[in-house]
C-alpha cells in the first residue's frame, strides 16, 4: 500500500511536470503563429494595393499585356497567401483539440481534473481573409480526415484499461516534432518578399 502510494505520488508529479512543459511549448506556438500570421497580413494588405492601383491604371487606359499579366500574377500570390492563412488556422485548431482530448484521456484515468486553457483558438483571432474579400476561391481546407482518424485510434485507446498509459511528454513527442517543423515553415513564410 505505501509503496503503491509512493510510486503513484512519483508518477503524478512527473506527469504534471510534462505537462507543463507542453503547454509551455504550445504558448511558444502561438506566438510564433501570431508573428508568422502578423507578417503574412502585411504582405497581404501590400498586394492588395498594389493589386487596386493596377486595376486602376488598367481601367483608365488601353490593356497592355504587361498589366495584365501583373494583375493575374497578384491574384495567385492573393490566392496563395489565402490559402497558407487557411492552413495555419486548421492546423492550429487540430493542435488545440489534441491537447485537449489528451488531458481528458488522462482526467479519465486518473480521475483528476485538469484545466487547460480555452482561449488558446480564441486568441489567435484570425480575421476574414483577403480572397474571401476578393471573391477568389481559396482551397479546401485541410485537417478534417486527420481529426477523423485522430478520434478512431483514441477511441481504441479508450477500451484499454489493463495497463497504465504512457508519459505525456512520450505521447506529445511526435506532436512537437510537428510543431518544429511547422515553426521553420513559418520562417520560411517570413524569408518571402515582395518584389
Not at 501570431?34 to 494588405?45: I, P, S
Not at 493542435?95 to 482561449?119: A, D, H, W
Not at 511526435?174 to 510543431?179: A, G, I, K, Y
Request: charged residues 30%.
Amino acid at each position: 500500500g505505501g509503496q503503491e502510494s509512493l510510486l503513484k505520488s512519483q508518477y503524478d508529479r512527473r506527469l504534471d511536470g510534462e505537462r507543463r512543459r507542453a503547454l509551455g511549448q504550445t504558448n511558444e506556438l502561438r506566438e510564433d503563429f501570431e508573428k508568422a500570421q502578423k507578417h503574412l497580413e502585411e504582405q497581404l494588405g501590400q498586394m492588395q494595393d498594389e493589386l487596386a492601383d493596377a486595376i486602376h491604371r488598367y481601367e483608365s487606359r488601353d490593356p497592355r499585356p504587361e498589366d495584365v499579366a501583373r494583375i493575374r500574377q497578384l491574384e495567385a500570390s492573393l490566392a496563395e497567401k489565402d490559402h497558407l492563412i487557411s492552413r495555419m488556422k486548421e492546423e492550429v485548431k487540430f493542435f488545440k483539440l489534441e491537447l485537449i482530448n489528451r488531458e481528458e484521456n488522462y482526467n479519465k484515468t486518473f480521475g483528476r481534473s485538469v484545466n487547460v486553457q480555452p482561449t488558446f483558438g480564441q486568441q489567435l483571432n484570425v480575421q476574414p481573409t483577403l480572397g474571401q474579400q476578393l471573391n477568389i476561391q481559396s482551397s479546401p481546407q485541410i485537417g478534417s480526415a486527420r481529426q477523423v482518424q485522430k478520434q478512431n485510434s483514441e477511441g481504441r485507446q479508450r477500451g484499454r484499461t489493463n495497463s497504465p498509459p504512457p508519459f505525456i511528454g512520450s505521447n506529445l513527442n511526435h506532436f512537437f516534432v510537428s510543431l518544429q517543423k511547422r515553426r521553420g515553415f513559418y520562417f520560411n513564410i517570413n524569408s518571402h518578399h515582395i518584389h
